[in-house]
């Protein structure tokens, strides 16, 4: 149980155009996702929590109308990269937690999307 | 923000057990100590998390001073498999929110 899909595993896209992620809690209700970015041999850095129905909380430097987060139901997240440029060609990671567990038990990721904008 | 130190890199032999220690003296009491493991273009899979007694599950051991300033993830026997990049990762309560904020990591190499 527990498992996090994300869609595209991996998208080349023109640079201005927008792309959009899905993150899924494909056998739980996930209360909360994050999403994640990690630039190749760097860290993850946690860009934003989303909350099922309400607006997501960005991180500091994060630019939220270039990175909309949509959280419509309890299964599903969306990130769109609006106006995509090469330097937002990164590894995008999305993560939930399970709805009723407690805030800090762990947190599922999902497998991750390689964005390349040329 | 409360944050972790741990080496950049360590290396072991298949078999034999390994433990990846990390450094935390700004821990407060409420933050959760979390392991979690990323293998190459993947996303981090959950190891272990705890509070103040040493946990144990299928993939580790989490032993945690007394002080709660350090931890150690102890892999008792590594296979080639458990070659990964291993985040202690402190889970924080900020602002009524509870969230990881990742750290650079120990990599981890088995050696056959």
Redesign the interface.
Known sequence: GAV?S?HPSWVICKSGTSVKIECRSLDFQAT?M?W?RQFPKQ????MA?SNEGSKA?YEQGVEKDKFLINHASLTLSTLTVTSAHPEDSS?Y?C?A?RRGQP??????????T?LTVL | DAKTTQPNSMESNEEEPVHLPCNHSTISGTD?I?W?R?LP??????VI?G?TSNVNNRMASLAIAEDRKSSTLILHRATLRDAAVY?CIL?L?IQG?????????TRLTINP
């Open positions: 996090v994300q909360t994050f994640y860290s993850l850095m946690l929590t909380t590894f990671i993560s937690r805030p800090y038990n762990e947190q599922f990721f999902g497998p991750g390689r | 959760y979390h979690y990323q273009s993947q996303g981090p899979e959950y998390h509070l985040y889970n309560a929110a509870q969230k990881l904020v990742f750290g650079q990591g």
